[in-house]
């Protein structure tokens, strides 16, 4: 079965640090890029990075450039996100995706989501 | 930063069809993913490149796209249908991907 599963969400204060991991099974993991997407409670969807299927390009949402940074591990299967001087704001459940080539880099495979909350 | 605006929220009678736009300056140039979202779940595919159908998606699901507007169109509306709708593309002059601002469809 084609799964991703995220962890390593949690509580964390303003100004902290998370990693996030993503772990996928099911699929050739090395031969797609990887997203995280996230979602504030009550919000909509937002985009927050990906990474190409061999880490060589990274591209990033203008809000988190600088504190942010994705990166993989296709010996391992993993997806990650490093997230640094966390504010409020990214509070959100945070969810990795598949961009499929056969359907045109839509995300065709998602995670269950991993719930990060930035409070003091 | 390329901006994707929805309706808020669309009703719709059972078996009837349910339309939610999309509008982005120039979408129609840009091929335009919908993705159907509901509550406590993630995100499911629903459309890609505009009008193609994932395998598993059900015919009453369409899509289009030209000029400023992408419409995803619901045809035969069933009670299982109600959840939010979400269309994104990717923005090459930023390379970001960009998500509308989603549509909550209400089944009435």
């Known amino acids: 079965e084609v799964q991703l599963v995220e962890s390593g969400g949690g509580l964390v204060q303003p100004g902290g640090s998370l990693r996030l991991s993503c772990a996928a099974s099911?699929?050739?993991?090395?031969?797609?890029?990887m997203s995280w997407v996230r979602q504030a409670p009550g919000k909509g969807l937002e985009w927050v990075a990906n990474?190409?299927?061999?880490?060589?390009?990274?591209y990033y949402v203008d809000s988190v450039k600088g504190r942010f940074t994705i990166s993989r591990d296709n010996a391992k299967n993993s997806l990650y996100l490093q997230m640094n001087s966390l504010r409020a704001e990214d509070t959100a459940v945070y969810y990795c995706?598949?961009?499929?080539?056969?359907?045109?880099?839509?995300?065709?495979?998602w995670g269950q989501g991993t719930m990060v909350t930035v409070s003091s | 930063s390329y901006v994707l605006t929805q309706p808020p929220s669309v009703s719709v009678a059972p078996g009837k069809t349910a339309r939610i736009t999309c509008g982005g300056n120039?979408?129609?140039?840009?091929?335009v993913h919908w993705y159907q979202q509901k509550p406590g779940q993630a995100p499911v595919l629903v459309i890609y490149?505009?009008?193609d159908r994932p395998s598993g998606i059900p015919e009453r699901f369409s899509g289009s796209n030209s000029g400023n507007t992408a419409t995803l169109t619901i045809s035969r509306v069933e009670a299982g249908d109600e959840a939010d709708y979400y269309c994104?593309?990717?923005?090459?002059?930023?390379?970001?991907?960009?998500f509308g601002t989603g549509t909550k469809v209400t089944v009435l």
């Open positions: 099911g699929f050739t993991f090395s031969s797609y890029w």
């Open positions: 490149y505009d009008s």
């Open positions: 994104q593309v990717w923005d090459s002059s930023s390379d970001q991907y960009v």
């Open positions: 120039n979408i129609g140039s840009k091929s």
């Open positions: 990474i190409k299927q061999d880490g060589s390009e990274k």
């Open positions: 995706a598949r961009s499929s080539g056969s359907y045109y880099r839509a995300f065709d495979i």
